[in-house]
Nanobody, 114 residues
Framework: QVHLVESGGNLVQAGGSLRLSCVASGIFSINVMGWYRQAPGKERELVAT???????NYEDSVKGRFTISRVLAKNMVYLQMHSLKPEDTGVFYC?????????WGQGTQVTVSS
């Protein structure tokens, strides 16, 4: 059974910080892990990805504010978020890619108040 379990979503004030965590199980070999988000009425968008070698990519609006990191031995990925803005509000999803299939977590709600 494949499971991606997320934690860390919360309600915060603008300018605050949150750290999201995700652990994957039941996947034989993970090549890439990442975070996506979906705001109300908008399409799901990529936030950040990280490869096994540590190469990262970020969506333009989060560069300089968010940091993605990974612990390979534990199949875990983190997203450290600073200087949060109301427009960051949405459901954040963890995902993992094994070279053939993409797996998704259940999502965790991040709400940033003005």
């Amino acid at each position: 059974q494949v499971h991606l379990v997320e934690s860390g979503g919360n309600l915060v004030q603008a300018g605050g910080s949150l750290r999201l965590s995700c652990v994957a199980s039941g996947i034989f070999s993970i090549n890439v892990m990442g975070w996506y988000r979906q705001a109300p009425g908008k399409e799901r968008e990529l936030v950040a990805t990280i490869t096994n070698g540590g190469s990262t990519n970020y969506e333009d609006s989060v560069k300089g504010r968010f940091t993605i990191s990974r612990v390979l031995a534990k199949n875990m990925v983190y997203l450290q978020m600073h200087s949060l803005k109301p427009e960051d509000t949405g459901v954040f999803y963890c995902n993992a890619y094994d070279g053939r299939f993409t797996y998704w977590g259940q999502g965790t709600q991040v709400t940033v108040s003005s």
